[in-house]
């Protein structure tokens, strides 16, 4: 037996289910978690010594690799400094400044400790700003685990939602209006009945909780007339795109303003952090400059705002988005063709260093089209990748990170595994 597996049987006998979050259980590939000792740069190294290419990144914010030396030297100093004192450091007013000049919508950012803290404060602040109730979220977009946001469609396509998890009031979710990503139709629509009930749009603006899925072309620049028209505002949930497809995110590819942005993952350095920012008239609603409560103990902690602020400095170095766009190309090369060699029923799908190969579906524009992949055919990828020394996401509908450190011996190594593994899913 692996240590591994050791380890995951003692961890069930004291945390829900062996892990602190449901994703790392591996339940979607039929497999037993590998439990991490160690990283370097583009590997991960397990607790029986084997060495993995990974492009989980932590889910997201390792777009340096692991163990970057120099963000690993700040943090060595700030940790002699002190870990946390419930006060104002220098510190916090760097990383906000740094954040409103990477993002033009944003001109004041709030610190706070997760994603998932993040977009419920932003709803909240969406609610106290507009006097309004209801939350519009897409079909299939994940914004953290808070009750308004943890909410599935409903029958119809346009009906109130229901609560994604037993402990939600139904009050809560039906303040929720659940509709598919991509479709402005069926938004307008919405907005045609609840329109003075909105206070807000909230999307992942390019997906990952479902897999990789970019916008239709006007989709965006919609979602903001619609918004403007009816006197809501558009949230977008940078948490996973933030500094990860551009400096300035999403928002800063596809040229549309949100009137709110959260952000988490990358910008926290690999240590807790999340954020809510925007146009200074919305910010000023947030205690104790307005009455729209909101705090943290650990908020804006400054071993996190350290790795935050040295993360973000590397990203300025010149090219780093090429960089990452460059190796992001050569594994989608290496992907296709492996997959049109093969011909296996697949769709690689890319934005900048964010990918997923869905497994059968076809052209994949929404929900909808993400869940009628094969997954268990994705499992059979997902066991033969990691046993060929590639740690990937275990679930079909997440993101695959590429990180700078990936470089063309791990990227040349991936594209050989891709190609064992969906041998083995073609049978
Ligand atoms: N929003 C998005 C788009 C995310 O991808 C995630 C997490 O994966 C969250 C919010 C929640 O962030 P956290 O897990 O830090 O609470």
Redesign the pocket.
């Known amino acids: 037996m692996s240590k591994s597996v050791d380890l995951f049987s003692e961890a069930k006998k004291f945390i829900p289910g062996g892990v602190n979050s449901p994703a790392r259980a591996f339940k979607a590939v039929n497999n037993n978690p590998i439990f991490i000792e160690r990283g370097k740069g583009s590997l991960i190294y397990d607790v029986d010594a084997n060495e993995y290419i990974d492009y989980v990144g932590s889910?997201?914010p390792m777009i340096l690799g692991y163990n970057d030396p120099i963000v690993i030297e700040a943090l060595q100093r700030q940790l002699m400094k002190g870990t946390s004192f419930g006060a104002p450091t220098e510190l916090e007013t760097t990383l906000a400044s740094m954040v409103v000049d990477a993002i033009d919508s944003i001109d004041k950012v709030r610190m706070v400790n997760?994603?998932?803290?993040a977009?419920m404060s932003a709803l909240r602040l969406a609610r106290g700003y507009t006097g309004r109730d209801k939350i519009v979220k897409m079909e299939g977009c994940?914004?953290?685990h808070g009750d308004s946001l943890l909410v599935e469609a409903g029958s119809g396509l346009t009906t109130l939602g229901i609560a994604g998890s037993p402990g939600i009031p139904d009050q809560i979710a039906n303040e929720t209006i659940v509709v598919p990503y991509n479709d402005l139709d069926i938004l307008e629509n919405v907005f045609k009945n609840y329109g003075d009930e909105i206070a807000a749009v909230i999307l992942?603006p390019v997906t990952?909780?479902m897999g990789v899925i970019a916008p239709k072309v006007g989709y965006l620049e919609g979602l903001r007339e619609l918004t403007d028209k009816y006197g809501s505002l558009l949230i977008f949930?940078e948490?996973?795109t933030g500094f990860r497809l551009a400096y300035g995110g999403a928002q800063e590819i596809y040229c549309v303003e949100p009137d709110l942005t959260?952000l988490?993952?990358i910008i926290g350095g690999g240590l807790p952090v999340?954020a809510y920012g925007g146009k200074a008239e919305i910010m000023d609603c947030v205690a104790p400059e307005g009455g729209v409560y909101q705090a943290g103990t650990l908020s804006g902690n400054p071993l996190a705002m350290t790795a935050g602020i040295t993360t973000l400095r590397l990203l300025q170095r010149a090219n780093t988005y090429d960089y990452l766009e460059q190796k992001a190309e050569i594994l989608e090369e290496g992907f296709k063709a492996n997959i049109k060699e093969l011909d296996i029923d697949a769709t690689f799908s890319r934005v900048g260093s964010m990918f997923t190969i869905f497994f059968g579906p076809g052209q994949v524009k929404d929900y909808k089209s993400a869940q009628s992949s094969n997954t268990d055919a994705f499992a059979i990828y997902f066991n033969r990748m990691l046993e060929e020394g590639i740690y990937l996401p275990p679930s079909q509908f997440e993101a695959n990170f590429i990180s700078l450190a990936h470089n063309d011996r791990d990227l040349d190594k991936t594209i050989v595994a891709n190609y064992k593994a969906l041998k083995e899913v073609k049978g």
């Open positions: 889910w997201g997760s994603g998932t803290e977009t994940y914004h953290g992942e990952g909780n949930d948490v996973m959260t988490g993952k999340g």
